[in-house]
Structures are given as C-alpha cells and as structure tokens.
C-alpha cells in the first residue's frame, strides 16, 4: 500500500499567518521564521499581537474560514484519495486547520495543538514530537507502506528526502537550486502524474 | 493531539464478505475465519470462488457499492472528524474499501491490498505488516498522539489494549464475557461520549 504525505502550506492552502494578517490588517502577523528563526519566540510574539487585539481561538478560526484553499487543491486532493491514503504533514495547529480541512473534506492531517484558556484566549502551543513530518514518514514506512513525500519549505526536505518517492511543489527559486537533485512538480496534474507514476512502479 | 482508530467492519460498515454473499447469492462466500482459521487459506477458497464465478475486480467493487455503511455511520464520523484526527485499521483491501471509504468522505484506511491481473481478476493479496493494528497504534503514540481505539473483533482486541483510551464497539457476546474488564458501547452517541471524555481529560 501506498501513503502519500503532503505539506499544507503552499501546497494545498495558502501561508495561514499571511493570509490571516492581511485579513485583519495586522501587518506584524506577517512575520515568519525568515524574520525570527527561533519558533518559539515567534509564537510568543504572535500569541501577544493576538492578545493585544483581543483575539480569541473562535475569532482566529472565524477569519480562517473565509481562507479558500489554493485553486485546484480540492480537486486534486480529491483524485488523489481515489488512488491512494493521503495524510497532510504540518507544523501548524489543529485548531488553526480545521476550517480549511472542513472545505477539504476532513482530510486526515498530523500537526501540533493550542492551549485555549477557558476565554478562549490563545494561551500556548503543545508541540506533538520533534521533527514530525520525517518521523511520520518513517512510522509510516515500518508500517509497511511504500511512501511519497511533496512539499515547498525547508522543513519538508527531511521528509521528502526519506520517503520512497517524492518531489518539491512550487518550492521558492532559493531551495531549486540548493535541491538541485530532488523532483520538482508547479502544478497539480504534475503531481498528481508522479504520484501515479510511483503507485504503478510499486 | 489524540488520534481515534476505528475498526471498519461491524463498526462504520456490514461485514464486507457476508453482504458481498448476500448480494450476489454466493452462499461459499459467508465462510470466515471462524469456519476457516488459517486465514491465506480462506483467501486462497474465496479467491477460488470469485474465479468460478469469473467475477473480475471491477465487478466486485460495483456490489461493494451497493453496500451502505451502517445506518448512523456517516454522521457519527461526520462528527468525529469535527473533534479529532480519525483512521480506520482493517484487515480488508484497499480495493474492497473504495466504494464504502467514497460513501463515507474518504476517511484514512490502514489495510491491505489485492494483486490483480490485466485482465481485472484477483491473484493474491499483499499484506502489508504484521498485527497492522496494533503497530499503528503503537506507531501514532511513538509520534506524540494521545491514541483511541475501538473495535468488535478478537483481532481488535491487542490494538484497544495498547491504545491510550477505548472500548469494545457492538462486540458478540463471547467477547464481553471474556473481556469483561474493557469499557464497551453499542451505539454512536455512547461512542462519541467516550471519545469526547477521552479528549477532554487531555
């Protein structure tokens, strides 16, 4: 059997925190780990800016909703469960993704979790397990299952690296070239093609 | 995050051989493993009958179709995937599955798969680890999940052990008297009671 494991962000669904920040008009939520490196000072940073607004978990997920995955992502996504089990791999939060997971139709998605006061403030993060997506792929892997890996960051470059097969998708010039040797699919036919591709060869 | 896995036949779908026999009026074809404990054998006699019958994969799976899961089944997963990251373990194959997993919003199946010829008829079967239940249980905890199992069946019965919270589901007589230490629920909202407890006592 097969397993598929996608990325979220740039892959199926825009970057949340962009899209949520120019949603509200709160340009500091535009910062990323290019800006700080150290997560967990930049979830800190977030969690204040949110707190400073007076945003809370059902405010967030609210604006969330009206984020429309990428053009083309259902229906890929949607051919894809046809052929083969998908699992989305990602650092964001459950709560985060659920909205988008419901136009998605509920796909089945291994990311970290909030702590919400009882307000509904946004109070801190509960980090799954280190580096989970290669991890994943491996758990997968001793389960038996041939498995295919695709993302845009550098944070999927574990996994995609340690999966049977895999490819980048609408990765960023930067990482093409530092990747040189790693598969590269733009659009989703291409993708879905190289995912046939590597069921048929199993 | 926790991670609920369910067990598929007698749980969210008919026992897929018995209504397979009954809709085609195949009676050989309700033997199971209780009649025939060796369990490549049974495979080998079923797989014997569908050749006699020249019934081809694609044939198959158009009475699969005809097979609704149970009434109930739908929503209750419906509601499940609102709460929390759901996977179905089965010892069915991928192939089989398709139709029931399309009714049902294309939840993650662990299971197995068939070979199939050219021409469309089944060669054998492709098992994809051993005791796939509880190695995927065992697997979701080694990646940080708080784990849920529930089943009705002898060989959910390691997986529900394992798993950090569960309950037997609709399970025969025999097995309640002789597990009488699990937690047990026979309808959908009892389960999801239990699974919302679960979740909340993280």
Known sequence: MEIVCLDLEGVLVPEIWIAFAEKT??????????????????????????????????????VIATIK???????????????????????TFQEFALP???QLGYPTIFCNSL???????IEGVSMRCQDGKMRAVEAFSSLG??????????????????????????????????????????EYPELLGKIR???ENG
Chains 1, 2 share one sequence.
């Open 145 to 186: 299952f041939r498995t295919f890996a695709s993302g845009d960051s550098y944070n999927d470059l574990s996994m995609i690296r340690r999966a049977d097969g895999g490819c980048l998708f609408r990765a960023p010039r930067t990482i093409l070239e530092s990747e040189g040797d790693l598969e590269i699919a733009e």
């Open 69 to 91: 995955p990428l053009d083309g992502a259902s229906e890929f996504l949607g051919s894809l469960r046809e052929l083969t089990q998908v699992v989305i791999l990602s650092d």
């Open 25 to 62: 008009g709160i340009p500091e939520l535009k910062r990323t780990t290019r800006d700080e490196p150290d997560y967990m000072k930049l979830m800190q940073f977030r969690m204040d800016i949110l707190k400073e607004h007076g945003l809370r978990l059902a405010d967030i997920q609210d």
């Open 115 to 121: 702590k919400v006061s009882e307000e509904g403030m």
């Open 100 to 102: 988008l997971m419901r």
């Open 197 to 199: 591709t590597f069921i």
